[in-house]
């Protein structure tokens, strides 16, 4: 038996999949997907990190006397290619987003695909209600999976010993071969995935009270790591729950909502183009409101504060994002997709699925969203989570000399700051109408 390891978002060795299932002789290989990376900038901070993380891969394998044939084309070119060398099949994670269906249906025409859940807890297919429906309410969701979440370990792979490798003469290009430069990184991202989460468990206790101040390092920053697989979903949930710590349940909540989006994407595949309760929104469409809110520039300083960040490090802590993207889809009332895919374009830690999702429950257009009327008040927002303004004053060094209390009243900073492009009062009723009036027409 001659097996193609086909790793993908499973960037390790420690619980995975394809390792443990593989049976003889293994060719390990990595595609940075030509498909994929011509519509990258150049500058994207991803490629670096994941061309690290496969480096570092190949590394692993090679101490385990195995190797990773790293290639730069197409999936459809590589296994036409690797076909003429009489595999028998591939082994690899599944992924539920269009693009990998596609991908993965397209190459199962040229060698049999085998692929095992592994990047998820579980498989968006199963846990449907009992009348044969999918779940469309995170909580019943969460419930339905009790006998999953309360489980004090969740079974890890193993990787079979007895692999011999397939030797392939090829070489690894480098980040300029693929058409990137390298980039800097944030600070934790330059720790290994190992030490992440060894930072997190320290934190884990504080967790519930911290994970809401976006000046503190409250929340794990492994969102990245779940994206790419140099941790999976499973090792993080057994690390935690072993430490058996006050507030973990609430950590392993999150996890799940993490599943419960790809559930959904999984299940209505249309929501990546389309608002998922079907209602119609009268957007505006000035492309100079979406510019002044992609660059930071609307005169809201916490929204500004939070863009510039998010352009600068690619990262933008949940609370922010939830703040942001309500201040588009209601203050604004730009179209939720256009905010979706500009985080699509940056987010290190992006995910198809999560992003759709949570792009759509701050519009009030998905499964189980906010209610339109509950819009954030960025001002209210500021005062709580950062009433020293010390986030905003770490982005925005101008405001260094300006007392914080200014800054979580609408108007107060005067000709310190720009202008507030929108009135929140104004704004806000002008979205409950339009959304009042776009349900109103759905019924
Ligand atoms: C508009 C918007 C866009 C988002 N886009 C993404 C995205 O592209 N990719 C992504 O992974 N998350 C996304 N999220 C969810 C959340 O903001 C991030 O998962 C979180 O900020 C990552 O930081 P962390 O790992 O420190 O989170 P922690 O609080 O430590 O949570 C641990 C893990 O749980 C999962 N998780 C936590 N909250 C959520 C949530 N609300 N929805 C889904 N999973 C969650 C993530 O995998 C996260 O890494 C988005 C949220 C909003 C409001």
Redesign the pocket.
Known sequence: MKQILWFRRDLRIRDNKILEKASNEVMPIFIFDKNILEKLDMDDKRVTFIYDAVISLKKSLQALGLDLYIFYDTPKNVFTELKKLDFDEVLCSSDFDSYSIKRDKDISKILPLKRYLDSFLINPRKNLKKDGTPYKVFTPFYKSLFWLSSSYQIGESTTNSKLKLYKYKSKTPTLEELGFKSVELPEFLKKTAENRLDD?KEKVEE?ENN?DIFYKE??????????FGTLS?RI?FNEIRKLDKKNSEV?IR????????NYILFHFPKSEQENWNGIEVKWNEDEEDFKRWCEGKTGVVLIDAAMRHFNKTG?????L??I??SFLSKNLLID?KK??QY??KK?L???????????Q??ASTGADSVPYFRIFNPYLQSVKFDKEAIFIKSVIPELKEVNPKLMHIEGALKDKYLKPMVDIKYSRQRAINVFKEAKNARV
């Open positions: 997190f967790y994970r409250g929340t794990s920053n492994l969102g990245v790591d779940l994206r979903a993080i950590f999150q996890l799940f909502w993490r599943e419960f989006y990262m933008m802590h949940n609370r994002r939830m942001v993207s939720w905010g979706e985080f699509a987010l830690d992006y995910e198809a699925s999560s992003n759709i999702g949570s792009w429950w701050a």
